[in-house]
């Protein structure tokens, strides 16, 4: 299950070098995360009002070429379907232009209950829209 979401690189998000600042991928993966569950029928705003919450409990980023302003990226987020409360998301970001690979990555978040923070099982909503995509 992967989705693919197109941002524009802004000037904010560029350091003093013209290049990508390290930690805007973690909020481009974001955004793809978000686009990717939007996509299963599962909003993060649906989550919580079903009672669970989605907190990152690990990530990581490999760089290999730094984004520039105005630079149209793809970032493309995949879940590897389980029904732990653990889910995992692996990225890919590229350069829609010339198919550059510019970083990698993943986050594991965790179903957790949104007024305890205890993790808790996925629900009923989730397991349903991984078990037929």
Same mark, same amino acid.
């Given at each position: 299950?992967?989705?693919?979401?197109?941002? =524009? &690189?802004?000037?904010?998000?560029?350091?003093?070098? $013209?290049? !990508?600042?390290?930690?805007?991928?973690?909020?481009?993966? /974001? !955004? @793809?995360?978000? /686009?990717?569950? =939007?996509? #299963?029928?599962?909003? %993060? =705003?649906?989550?919580?009002?079903?009672?669970? @919450? #989605?907190?990152?409990?690990?990530?990581?980023?490999? %760089?290999?070429? $730094?984004?520039?302003?105005?630079?149209?990226?793809? !970032?493309? @987020?995949?879940? +590897?379907?389980?029904?732990?409360?653990? #889910?995992?998301?692996?990225?890919?970001? &590229?350069?829609?232009?010339?198919? +550059?690979?510019?970083?990698? $990555?993943?986050?594991?978040?965790?179903?957790?209950?949104?007024?305890? $923070?205890?993790? &808790?099982?996925?629900?009923?909503?989730? #397991?349903? @829209?991984?078990?037929?995509?």
């Amino acid at each position: 299950m992967m989705h693919t979401t197109r941002l =524009r &690189v802004r000037y904010a998000d560029t350091d003093k070098m $013209g290049i !990508v600042y390290y930690a805007k991928y973690l909020e481009y993966f /974001e !955004v @793809a995360r978000t /686009e990717l569950l =939007r996509n #299963l029928g599962l909003p %993060y =705003r649906v989550l919580e009002e079903q009672g669970f @919450a #989605l907190p990152v409990a690990n990530a990581s980023v490999t %760089y290999f070429k $730094g984004a520039l302003y105005d630079d149209e990226l793809l !970032v493309t @987020a995949t879940i +590897t379907p389980n029904n732990s409360p653990r #889910l995992e998301i692996s990225y890919s970001i &590229v350069r829609s232009d010339d198919n +550059t690979l510019i970083a990698e $990555g993943t986050t594991t978040l965790v179903f957790t209950d949104g007024k305890s $923070g205890k993790p &808790v099982r996925p629900p009923k909503s989730y #397991l349903d @829209a991984i078990s037929w995509k």
